[in-house]
């Protein structure tokens, strides 16, 4: 019974801020990777950026520069702070974690709701 929940999206304008949030809750022994993707209407998903349980980032080539990933292990939450943003930004931003349940030591991906990130110019 593991659930993701995002949040910070939002409306901002070209070259604002917004710091998205991702917490997993639920019987968790441990989180290997998380990350974040997005996807624009008629656009494929595509990845964001990920951070491992060593704290290895990585980044689209896109957004290096702009955004930041983290993580808090203590609270099971992953952050992106999304600075200079653009209209190309626009989308919606999904958390995805990569994660061992309690009582077995297979790895299941799991997916939050989304959260919308709109930018005006």
């Known amino acids: 019974q593991v659930q993701l929940v995002e949040s910070g999206g939002g409306l901002v304008q070209a070259g604002g801020s917004l710091r998205l949030s991702c917490t997993a809750s639920?019987?968790?022994?441990?989180?290997?990777?998380m990350g974040w993707y997005r996807q624009a209407p008629g656009k494929q998903r595509e990845l964001v950026a990920t951070?491992?349980?060593?704290?290895?980032?990585n980044y689209a080539d896109s957004v290096k520069g702009r955004f930041t990933i983290s993580r808090d292990n203590a609270k099971n939450t992953v952050y992106l702070q999304m600075n200079s943003l653009k209209p190309e930004d626009t989308a919606v931003y999904y958390c995805?974690?990569?994660?061992?349940?309690?009582?077995?030591?297979?790895?299941?991906?799991?997916w939050g709701q989304g959260t919308q990130v709109t930018v005006s110019s």
């Open positions: 995805n974690a990569h994660l061992s349940r309690a009582g077995d030591g297979i790895v299941y991906s799991y």
């Open positions: 639920g019987s968790i022994f441990s989180i290997n990777f």
């Open positions: 951070i491992t349980s060593s704290d290895s980032t």
